[in-house]
């Protein structure tokens, strides 16, 4: 016998819990619970089209995890083919790493007119996520907006403005490629509330506007302060000096060529957007930054628009028979612990910051929780008791081996320079797989 730990969410911080029970835990049994058919969360759902490099954690992560120990079960839906109660009895441990998928809302006057979209669903939609498949925006307007100075916004803008070539070597689905490359976009505003020493952009991320063949950064020197302003600890100083080193470099660079535009917009937020059922324009507010906050000074200005991009941050959705704090989107916990049995790892336990890699620290704290929690192996049933409820309720999980032909069949679809043809509709994953058994 062995514990028995289920992790539900195949995201990076579900696999990097799994990784850490391995090591904390020599011989546990690991099942990582999934509602998708594909694994890997924010790697394949989140992450950037046009940021392969950072994709390929996919690879290291399956192959130190996945093995005879710890398998995969996707299409499992908590909730839909059994409740978490239920998965709570069969295993000695459940690590709830299902992160925080839904936008933090937009709450001005307007933001339910044709055009205005979440990241969430606009990221999702230009990822191939089943989810999001049918938000269709319609890219066929001369200007967006994209608010937050954060790096999903950067990533929106960027996509946008990407040139077709460029585009050619992403995975995104063909529906959004054909989209992007058709849409007339030329004018992209990155509206920040605070200053340009607040903004939360990583200098690569950053830089990357620099670089794009037919877009160039648009900025007023004037909001671009000597040295970064505020009380900052050092660390986070020299990140802030750097990215506004950055943003000067851009004025330097020469717009001759660059047909596209992406304007950085310092010091404002939005009030309300414009239109009649479609957005037409985003009017701001002037601010000023007050110990750290963004006051309004009562001066506004619009901002032509036809599509705006809300990027201002994610939340956790409540979970049927789980603790929820409504005010930070998360689920409360003790460094990773909820209460025996049951622990949280990633955005649905800290909220929605960092990158990729920080979630490794969450994996090895639930890790250490289980092992003083369960120190010696108990009798619940785990796998095999699983494998007999779905079995019962006519449930087919996908295995990891299923996935790995769901990959291999969009890895040999692709059209180069495109590295893979996603999958983007469930019922297809499933026919294909199927099918491709006979
Ligand atoms: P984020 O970094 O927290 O940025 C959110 C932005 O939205 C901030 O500029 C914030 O301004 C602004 N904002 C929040 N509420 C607002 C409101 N009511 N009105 C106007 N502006 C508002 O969040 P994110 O961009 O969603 O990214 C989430 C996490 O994923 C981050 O840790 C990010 O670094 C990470 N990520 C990393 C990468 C990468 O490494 N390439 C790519 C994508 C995402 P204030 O600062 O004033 O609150």
Not at 148 to 171: E, F, K, P, Q
Not at 365 to 386: C, M, S, T, V, Y
């Amino acid at each position: 016998m062995a514990q028995k730990a289920a992790i539900i969410g195949s995201g990076p911080a579900g696999f990097y819990a799994a990784d850490a029970l391995q090591v904390t835990i020599p011989g546990i049994e690991i099942d990582i619970i999934e509602r998708l058919p594909t694994p890997f969360g924010l790697i394949r759902g989140g992450v950037a089209p046009d940021h392969q490099t950072t994709k390929k954690v996919a690879h290291k992560l399956e192959k130190t995890v996945i093995n005879s120990n710890t398998a995969y079960f996707g299409n499992i839906e908590i909730g839909r083919d059994l409740t978490l109660a239920e998965l709570r009895n069969l295993y000695d441990a459940v690590v709830l790493a299902v992160g925080a998928p839904s936008d933090r809302k937009l709450t001005i006057p307007g933001a339910d007119k044709i055009g205005v979209h979440g990241s969430a669903a606009f990221v999702g939609w230009y990822n191939g996520h089943p989810d999001f498949v049918e938000l269709q925006p319609d890219l066929n307007v001369d200007a967006a907006v994209v608010i937050g100075h954060g790096n999903v916004a950067i990533d929106v803008a960027r996509l946008l403005t990407r040139s077709a070539a460029g585009r050619a070597r992403t995975d995104l689905p063909d529906y959004a490629r054909a989209a992007m490359d058709a849409s007339p976009i030329s004018q992209v505003t990155l509206l920040g509330r605070r200053g340009p020493s607040d903004a939360k952009f990583t200098n690569v991320e950053l830089r990357e506007m620099g670089e794009l063949s037919e877009c160039v950064p648009v900025l007023r020197a004037e909001q671009l302060p000597e040295t970064a302003e505020g009380e900052f600890m050092e660390r986070d100083r020299r990140l802030r000096e750097r990215n506004l080193a950055t943003l000067k470099s851009f004025l330097d660079i020469d717009p001759a060529g660059r047909k596209k535009r992406v304007a950085f917009e310092f010091f404002a937020r939005p009030l309300e957007v414009l239109g009649g059922e479609r957005a037409e324009a985003l009017r701001c507010e002037r601010t000023r930054v007050v110990e750290g906050r963004a006051e309004g000074t009562g001066e506004t200005f619009d901002i032509p628009c036809g599509l705006v991009v809300s990027a201002i941050g994610y939340r956790a959705e409540p979970i049927p028979g789980v603790p929820y704090d409504a005010q930070q989107g998360i689920v409360p916990n003790d460094r990773g612990r909820i209460e025996k049995g049951l622990y949280a790892v990633g955005w649905i336990k800290r909220g929605p910051t960092g990158v990729i890699s920080s979630s490794r620290p969450d994996g090895v704290e639930a890790a250490e929780h289980i092992a003083a929690d369960f120190p010696e192996p108990g009798n619940k049933p785990g796998r095999a008791g699983l494998s007999r409820l779905l079995a019962e309720r006519g449930v087919k999980p996908v295995s990891f081996d299923d996935w790995k032909r769901l990959e291999a069949e969009e890895v040999s679809t692709a059209r180069p320079p495109s590295p893979r043809r996603k999958f983007t509709d469930v019922a297809a994953m499933m026919k294909f797989l199927e099918e491709s058994k006979r």
